[in-house]
């Protein structure tokens, strides 16, 4: 769903927005995130701030050190607003910071607790 432009928001606050929302949930600062991704940190500052409007490759670039697809930038709140949702989007961001082992570690308690718990 994109923003009503009526309403004050703009795809530009709202991509921007989320950039932070999603290196917050992924735990790490904006010095780690700007290391990562190639980037100064007064460059990711603006970006948050909603005082700098990033390039697609910037864009991308985060991506990739958030290790979200580029698309994950560009989903509104509106499409994320069930409690499921955002549980499961807290999760799958959690589980992108850790080892392949350690994820499919994750997966078999997950999937034991769950069965125990008759789901």
């Given at each position: 769903?994109?923003?009503?432009m009526?309403?004050?928001m703009?795809v530009?606050n709202?991509?921007c927005?989320?950039?932070q929302?999603?290196?917050r949930?992924t ?7 700007a290391?990562?991704?190639?980037l100064?940190?007064?460059g990711?500052?603006?970006?948050e ?8 490759e910037?864009?991308y670039?985060?991506s990739k050190?958030?290790?979200i697809?580029l698309?994950d930038l560009?989903r509104?709140e509106?499409?994320?607003?069930t409690?499921k949702?955002?549980?499961l989007q ?6 992108s910071?850790?080892k ?5 570690l994750?997966k078999?308690i997950?999937?034991a607790v769950?069965e125990?718990?008759?789901g």
């Amino acid at each position: 769903m994109v923003p009503d432009m009526d309403t004050g928001m703009d795809v530009r606050n709202e991509v921007c927005y989320r950039v932070q929302q999603l290196r917050r949930q992924t735990g790490i600062t904006q010095e780690k995130l700007a290391e990562q991704a190639g980037l100064s940190v007064d460059g990711i500052r603006k970006i948050e701030g909603r005082r700098a409007t990033p390039s697609l490759e910037t864009l991308y670039k985060i991506s990739k050190a958030l290790r979200i697809q580029l698309v994950d930038l560009m989903r509104y709140e509106e499409e994320i607003q069930t409690e499921k949702g955002r549980e499961l989007q807290e999760f799958c961001l959690y589980l992108s910071t850790k080892k392949l082992e350690e994820i499919r570690l994750a997966k078999r308690i997950t999937k034991a607790v769950m069965e125990e718990l008759g789901g």
